[in-house]
């Protein structure tokens, strides 16, 4: 069951993704909508929120290779011989949010194109690092 009361809070944010759910809030004040949760609308300083789930549907804007990763992604096996891309995705519904861009060839990033249709991926969460990942679709 969706639980809708939880505090507008990263540590929210991490537990409906864990469970396989992309949450952010929108502001029933002026609608906007936020893919990183926080107790107050950045647009127009309401404080009357509401959770939303994102279809998880959006287009790849901009990424990067991470040939020289931070610790935490070297303790998952990541080097400068086995990179991975880091990108901004754009959802369907306008937030923009960034990931861990999966089934994309790292080696030859030029084949990687801007507008990329991609979909949210928890099939390979980890559990100790949440992270919002995506695949081509
Ligand atoms: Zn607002």
Redesign the pocket.
């Known amino acids: 069951m969706l639980d809708l009361n939880k505090s507008f809070s990263s540590a929210s944010f991490y537990e409906y993704l864990i469970n396989e759910m992309l949450m952010g809030t929108r502001?029933n004040?002026?609608?906007?909508l936020s893919i990183r949760p926080r107790p107050i609308?950045?647009?127009?300083?309401?404080q009357v929120l509401e959770w939303v789930q994102f279809s998880g549907f959006g287009s790849l804007s901009t990424f990067t290779i991470i040939a020289i990763p931070p610790t935490i992604m070297v303790n998952r096996g990541f080097s400068r011989d086995n990179t991975y891309c880091s990108g901004i995705v754009t959802l369907e519904e306008g937030p923009r949010v960034s990931g861990f861009i999966s089934g994309v060839d790292c080696n030859n990033p030029d084949t990687i194109e801007i507008g990329l249709s991609v979909k949210v991926d928890f099939s390979n969460m980890w559990e100790d690092l949440p992270t919002v990942m995506f695949v081509p679709r």
């Open positions: 502001c004040n002026c609608g906007d609308c950045f647009k127009c300083h309401s």
